[in-house]
């Protein structure tokens, strides 16, 4: 069964009898003492239902959006800012590598990840304490196993943007506890690996019930995930981690690619036999829920009523026509089309109008002015409603099975390696790829990572990992960008001012 994260309200109903009222009046677990808080199954998972909140910042309308893909998508070379985005500086500085450790988004993100991991620092000391009557030990265990998959999780967003963090293990009571120092790379991933590995021990499905909460299948992919980036900064240790990474990787499944790409993006095929771990939003405003966004019109462009803050770039549109028009269709990789509208005779077909029951032509008058289709509503009705609430997909099949096939190749299993690749190009009905060697199959991976990702912000950590960043960026003239500065943002100047412990 594939997951969802069902933030803040959908958690508490999660195998709880728990209205959706009782849950928006409840008040934070840390306002709340051990003594009057702690008590059975029921208080724990409403601690739960606050460490999962934090899962990518915030979910207002566009602050969601706002956060998330300036911080991670900005300095892709696969994007372009839009013409709005030009009038925020603190969004342009993140694109343009001028930032400084003031900047208002990667603060954030920052400080929203450890409001999460300080929720799950709290349940994880707490949860011994709810006696015997209350919980099951089973149902302690399974809690228990969450919080150490999100404090894993918030802790490796972190990682993967700053070059240090703090490791956070305890809950933060009082201001006393908030200077400790950074923690090198290498304490910080054993951190990480330790709690997912801990994570491994949940569920491998879930019932109707406590569907959204984290299983088997997710932990073994961010474990993989975390040894095949380890791999490349640990050149002594990388064999060692690559095989960690495969054995992890060989352990997510149960899942599937799903044929019809777009449809986990538009919000018509939530929770699919692809998605791993995946932030739900919803419409429901129930007693007065708010987990929807404008997601619709930040990525859009004006021309589809959105607010023209982010665009494919041209290296991007490149790759994906790269091969030419060799799918089985006739036409280019099946994934350009679903991920973007562009000029191209299948959006200005008038007989099959594909583009919100019209042309290309007729939206972009004319123009050629590529623009992101992913997370766009399915159809017109969607296009123009105000908000919109599609589901986040934030590790898919598709990426266990090319991290998996990275690490084969670099293990020297290049046959293997790319089985696994032509089993993510048949979905976009693309012919299995050409060439045989370690080589040919690292481009290739690289190729298929540029064109299956764009705006779920991989690019960045691929280039880094590969040791890229800098030939890729100043390719296509963003100069600015220096790896020795830019590969890791600076830890924010919130973060100085309060923790003495970091200088």
Known sequence: MKQLIYIAVALLLMGTTTSCEDFLTVTSPDKLSSENFWKSKKYAESALAFAYSKLEASTDTWGFAEVKWPVEAYREDIVDLGSDALAYPNWVELANFTYTNGNSQFTTYWRDSYYGINYCNQIIENMPTIPAEGITEDDREMILNEAYFLRAYYHMKLLLNWEQIV???????????????LST?????????????????LPTTRSSETLGRVTRGAAYAYLGWAHLTRAYEEPANKEMHLTAAVNALNNVTGYSLVKDLKSMFDGTNKNSEESIFELQLTLNTASGASYYTQLHRWIGVS?????????????????????????????????????????DEYFNDTETPRVYGY????????????????????????????????????????????????????????????????????????????????????????????????????????????????????AINRTGFDPAKHNFYPIPIQELNTNNAVN
């Not at 790379?185 to 021990?201: G, P, S, V």
């Not at 939206?363 to 590529?370: I, S, V």
């Not at 293997?416 to 690292?442: C, F, H, K, Y």
């Open 359 to 474: 042309i290309y032509d007729d939206w972009f008058d004319g123009a050629d002015k590529p623009a992101f289709r992913k997370y766009l509503p399915a159809d017109m009705e969607g296009l123009e409603m105000n908000y919109f609430a599609p589901n986040i997909p934030l590790m898919r099949y598709a990426n266990v099975l090319l991290m998996k096939a990275e690490a084969l190749n670099e293990l020297g299993n290049t046959t293997e390696a790319i089985s696994l690749i032509n089993e993510v190009r048949s979905r976009a009905d693309m012919p299995g790829m050409e060439g045989t060697t370690q080589q040919q199959v690292r481009e290739q991976i690289e190729h298929e990572r540029i064109i299956e990702f764009p705006l779920e912000n991989f690019r960045f950590y691929d280039l880094r990992r590969w040791g890229k960043t800098k030939e890729a960026l100043h």
């Open 167 to 181: 490791v956070r293990d305890q809950y933060i009571q009082s201001t006393d506890q908030l200077d400790k120092a």
């Open 185 to 201: 790379r290498e304490e910080t991933w054993d951190f990480i690996i330790a709690d997912l590995t801990k994570a491994t021990a």
């Open 303 to 343: 021309e589809l009523w959105g607010w023209d803050e982010i665009l494919p770039s041209k290296m991007l549109m490149e790759e994906f026509k790269k091969e030419g028009r060799v799918a089985t269709t006739g036409r280019y990789d099946s994934r350009l089309y679903e991920t973007i509208f562009f000029k």
